[in-house]
């Protein structure tokens, strides 16, 4: 589905991005980047396009069905598909396409700089609830760790905050020890950068839970705020303002990279 296409569908029904992004819960930001290409669609978010646009002609629309196939096989996570929610899928298309990630969490290691132990660990702790079966753990596991390829790509920075409860979270010393050195090496990279939030910080604006700020390759700018079951993601000027500020205050309160490191190093020689 070609952008001219695209554009032309959503035209001819004199319709805006945000209208359409209203009528199937999307941000119009996220409905330009599926327009220009830069965006991931799968098949029920092009079904929905299509019902909108008035799209009747079955072959034109098992045609199209064939050509997003295509076009989702090329990312990496194509290969564990079938362990993926959209959302999911959708969330490893943003990290494929962000210049700039900037990711706050209280509790966990973002899961970029996670080590397989560490990784594994976390996903047990939903085993019968989110996995239910071994193979779908393991197959997580391995996409995280994936994930961290990222992190050699030319032209992408990692901007990650803390909280000081992530470097303790584990009741494993081994475990964390390992991904404590671990994070303290990766953010010695000149495109890595982690800072901690101490404890005794105060109330701050990151206590609402954790959440990323994507900048992409098109310019474009999107939230995400995970919870346990569910991934939201906010384009809104109001929102993309509210939570830059809000990272940018956790930065304020956080310690510089040189004494964040330190202090994961002590916490790492006292487990």
């Known amino acids: 589905m070609r952008y001219d296409s695209r554009l ?4 001819s029904k004199g319709m805006t991005q945000a209208e359409v992004g209203e009528r199937i819960d999307k941000g119009h930001v996220q409905i330009g980047r599926v327009e220009n290409g830069q965006g991931k669609i799968d098949i029920p978010l092009l079904r929905s396009l299509l019902d909108i646009y ?3 002609d079955t072959a034109l629309r098992e045609g199209l069905e064939e ?3 295509g076009i989702r096989s090329k990312g990496w996570w194509h290969t564990y598909r079938s362990y993926l929610s959209s959302a999911h899928a959708d969330i490893l298309g943003l990290e494929a396409d962000a210049t700039l990630i900037r990711n706050w969490d209280g509790s966990l290691f973002p899961a970029v700089l996670q080590l397989e132990a ?3 660990a976390v996903l047990a702790a ?3 609830t989110l996995h239910t079966d071994a193979d779908r753990l393991d197959a997580h596991v391995r996409i995280r760790r ?3 390829r990222i992190l050699d790509n030319e032209g992408f920075t990692l901007d990650a905050i803390l909280g000081e409860a992530t470097l303790r979270t584990s009741t494993d010393p081994a475990i964390m020890r390992e991904q404590l050195d671990h994070v303290v090496t990766e953010s010695q990279r000149p495109n890595v950068t982690v800072r901690v939030v101490p404890q005794g910080s105060g109330f701050h604006l990151g206590l609402d839970g954790p959440f990323s700020v994507f900048d992409l390759n098109d310019g474009g700018r999107i939230v995400t705020v995970q919870s346990l079951l569910n991934i939201t993601y906010l384009d809104d000027p109001t929102a993309l303002s509210a939570y830059t500020a809000a990272f940018g205050q956790l930065g304020e309160r956080a310690l510089n990279e040189q004494d964040s490191r330190d202090l994961m190093r002590t916490v790492a020689r006292s487990l």
């Open 146 to 148: 994936e994930r961290s």
């Open 54 to 56: 008035g799209v009747t």
């Open 67 to 69: 050509m997003v196939r």
């Open 8 to 11: 032309a569908l959503r035209k």
């Open 118 to 120: 560490y990784t594994r």
């Open 126 to 128: 939903g085993h019968g």
